[in-house]
């Protein structure tokens, strides 16, 4: 996967929690978040995104399937 972007985060950008039930997606999807400078943590729904939003307080984006197998993607509405 390729990406290209004009625009460099500054190393202050916030730490992104990528929830997908489909681990090859979640795998792409953090590969771009890296590569554009995101610090990322991954789960594979939505219990397992709020134990691990409760665990790291850097976690300041959610990046979320809609529609995953397990739960519901606005389960995780804060």
Known sequence: MT????????TELCHVLI???DAA???Q???VASS???ECSTAA??????RVIAEDKRIGMVLTDLS???TNGTDLRL
Not at 3 to 10: C, D, E, G, H, L
Not at 45 to 50: K, M, Y
């Open 3 to 10: 990406v290209r972007t004009a625009i460099r985060p500054s």
């Open 45 to 50: 729904d939505a219990r397992e995104a709020l």
């Open 25 to 27: 997606t979640t795998a």
């Open 36 to 38: 554009l400078g995101y």
């Open 19 to 21: 929830v997908d039930d």
């Open 29 to 31: 999807f953090a590969e």
């Open 68 to 70: 995953p197998v397990s």
